[in-house]
């Protein structure tokens, strides 16, 4: 059964760093795209940032509004992929999924996501 | 970015009825166009993938249309279950962009 548990939210003051892990089992983290995508308190939702599969190089992709203060790795040998989140703002602040992409020819969806884990950046 | 334009923003309607909920691409997406549902304080659960195929375990009264810039999700017989907040996500290109969300409820 495939699953992805976040953990690492909690509070953290503007200009603040932290780091969010996802744990990954019942699949080979290694082969596939793994994504962050987030949900401020009571908004939609908004995709943060992607690293492809082994395959294909593990490069990564970010959302403007992260570029330069997110960083996205893995360790496939953990199954796990994480979130080092520094500069926080205050509209940094949301719920934070990974999710697994299904691949299906030039298409991406994602087709598992964890529970989420909440990031508030506040004084 | 590509902007994506869902209508309604929220709904009511009934068990039983046909739902239509529409995705507007700012320009041409080809076919990358997933839809999403999401009850409150759950995560999203993916629906429709490729405009139009049908994830695997979701229920037949799901269907997705469209292509290009154009895009529709369709639950044919609303259940209880059904109710809840759907968004589509263009997977075109970078940034990944999600609608603005409709909230499915009961009339």
């Known amino acids: 059964e495939v699953q992805l548990v976040e953990s690492g939210g909690g509070l953290v003051q503007p200009g603040g760093s932290l780091r969010l892990s996802c744990a990954a089992s019942?699949?080979?983290?290694?082969?596939?795209?793994m994504d962050w995508v987030r949900q401020a308190p009571g908004k939609g939702l908004e995709w943060v940032a992607r690293?492809?599969?082994?395959?294909?190089?593990?490069?990564?992709e970010y959302a403007a509004s992260v570029k330069g203060r997110f960083t996205l790795s893995r360790d496939d040998s953990q199954n796990s992929l994480y979130l080092l989140m520094s500069s926080l703002k205050t509209e940094d602040t949301a719920v934070y999924y990974c999710a697994r992409v299904l691949v299906y020819g030039d298409c991406a969806a994602f087709d598992y996501w964890g529970q989420g884990t909440l990031v508030t950046v506040s004084s | 970015a590509i902007q994506m334009t869902q209508s309604p923003s929220s709904l009511s309607a009934s068990v039983g009825d046909r739902v239509t909920i529409t995705c507007r691409a700012s320009?041409?997406?080809?076919?990358?166009l997933g839809w999403y549902q999401q009850k409150p304080g759950k995560a999203p659960k993916l629906l429709i993938y490729g405009a139009s195929s049908l994830q695997s375990g979701v229920p037949s009264r799901f269907s997705g249309s469209g292509s290009g810039t154009d895009f529709t999700l369709t639950i044919s017989s609303l259940q209880p279950e059904d109710f809840a907040t759907y968004y589509c996500?263009?997977?075109?290109?970078?940034?990944?962009?999600f609608g603005g969300g409709t909230k499915v409820e009961i009339k």
């Open positions: 019942g699949f080979t983290l290694s082969d596939h795209y």
């Open positions: 996500l263009q997977d075109y290109n970078y940034p990944l962009t």
């Open positions: 320009q041409a997406i080809r076919n990358d």
């Open positions: 690293t492809r599969a082994k395959a294909n190089g593990y490069t990564t």
